[in-house]
């Protein structure tokens, strides 16, 4: 199975970007759609975005729409998720993580794989 691991988080500020990286440490991407998820002091885990292998379907939850753009490089075993006109609402710790599916699911539990995650914090 695989295992991943994220980077790119930071505290920024209201309007700014980041870009997020998601690599496997060990296994591939493959066929299955992989997607990003985030969870915010006392929230749930919630949907992002998700890719599927060939990036021609993409789904993003409504709150990141026009904002945040999702792609992977299959060969390099790397997803990203850009970030541009962060706002507070996006604070929390992001996630990538594998679907056991080809379709782009916003359902969590269609994700048994997940990274550590990393902290994105945007200030007002």
């Known amino acids: 199975q695989v295992k991943l691991v994220e980077s790119g988080g930071g505290l920024v500020q209201a309007g700014d970007s980041l870009r997020l990286s998601c690599t496997a440490s060990?296994?591939?991407?493959?066929?299955?759609?992989m997607g990003w998820f985030r969870q915010g002091g006392g929230k749930r885990r919630e949907f992002v975005a998700a890719?599927?292998?060939?990036?021609?379907?993409?789904n993003y939850a409504n709150s990141v729409k026009g904002r945040f753009i999702i792609s992977r490089i299959n060969g390099a075993n790397t997803m990203y998720l850009q970030m541009d006109n962060l706002k507070p609402e996006d604070t929390g710790v992001y996630y990538c993580?594998?679907?056991?599916?080809?379709?782009?699911?916003?359902?969590?539990?269609?994700?048994?794989?997940w990274g550590q995650g990393t902290t994105v914090t945007v200030s007002s």
């Open positions: 993580a594998q679907s056991q599916f080809r379709s782009v699911t916003k359902d969590r539990t269609d994700y048994p794989y």
């Open positions: 890719i599927d292998r060939s990036g021609e379907f993409k």
């Open positions: 060990e296994g591939t991407f493959g066929d299955p759609t």
